[in-house]
């Protein structure tokens, strides 16, 4: 018979081996072929054109950041450097209601729709041409999709200050559709935000209707993470009833000094909930939030550090009230003068971060914003954090555990699939980490920092970033939406 060793493209010999389903690892050998693993176990008869050693180092499925606004960035800077660095092998971008496609601006991108770039970055007026796009430019990671609902409110409605009407709904459920039969994800929606906040219940719940036939699902960025949070989930569950889909409320958190504490009681709505419809969650593992720069949440009871400003950039990593101060008006008024701007909100507790991160139903999610010129650490750190300082040095959960909200609930919740987990046949996206070493470098003071501690990113089986830099072989693409995994979407969730 054979005789003949088996051979691969890459090995990677005794490795602890994580498979992203929360299993305890095991002392394993994993080859992979063709994009693929190809075996996974005591394979010292194989040969490989490339062998690695990893010497007791961690191995785990390369982590998904479920949460992102890298919509543009994949296409203009598709070395995706802040991402492969942490682990990061596949990115989910349109969330918070905001996507690159499909959009036609009728002048410049409405907040916060600028966060994914100025006017001439929306380039994809249907989906079809953004997934070309994607593509063309072959980016580091792969790339999964939601589709926002304010983009599309933007196409079809001359403000964004109401409601839509039935022929505008009409208009842009065509467009998800559309989207939806190329392999978006789902819907995304970003009720909190001014350009979506006057839109009703009613009017996301017709527009969420074709998700359940396509299998998709709804994330939301909900209409407020502060006092009436829990009215912001009832309604967010409520979507989800109507429209028969499950439900991922993005970045839970508790936001503002007066709602701190809560987490408990967002948990306790959460987990009932769960009961009777598939709900989850994301979060980034840090108490600072950060978007635009909204006049609204300038209240004065909370620091808040500015980012970027247009027509004041010197200004940026000053505190809104030092700008105040020093323009001798209000923070209102100095917050007014400072748009269109960016911010960091030091606006959650610490407890409240540990105890919504630690909680079994909640993923890993950077909601990194790679366009900001003095970005919010998460966008580079966000990954490496969690393993480094939350799992190994606070304790706060197994390393499995961790990397458990990093690959198979995700992977399993948005339907991307044979990705997210450690076996024979999936595609081979996996990094290769040192867990006493692992750690996040970006600050907010110093925030565009490589993590340490990550030594090997394979994505479709190509070695990707190797000992702090990329290899300048780029893998991945857009990944169209599977069937959720587990037979019933319940059980994903
Ligand atoms: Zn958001
Ligand atoms: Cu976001």
Redesign the pocket.
Known sequence: MHSHPEAADTLIMGAQLYDGTGAPPLERDVALRNGKIAAIGNLSNWLAEEVIEANGRALAPGFIDV?T?DDTHVIRAPQMLPKISQGVTTVIVG??GISASPVALKGDPPDPMNLLGERDAFQYPTFAAYIEAVNAARPAVNVGVLIGHTALRNNHMDRLDRTATTAEIDGMRAQLEDALSHGALGLSTGLAYGSANAASTEEVMALAEPLAHAGALYTT?MRTEFDAILDAMDEAYRIGRHARVPVVI??LKCAGPSNWGRSTEVLESLEGARRLQPIGCDCYPYSRSSSTLDVRQVTGDIDITLTWSTPHPEMAGKLVKAIAAEWGVSQQEAAKRLQPAGAVYHNMSEEDVRRILSHPATMVGS?GLPNDPLPHPRLWGAFPRVLGHYARDAKLIPLEEAIRKMTSLSARRFGLVQRGEAHVGYHADLVLFDPARVRDAATFDNPQQPADGIDAVWVNGVLSYRDGATTGDRAGHFVARGARSQGDAHGAF
Do not use: G, R, V
């Open positions: 949460h606004h969330n918070c960025h993005s970045h909601d």
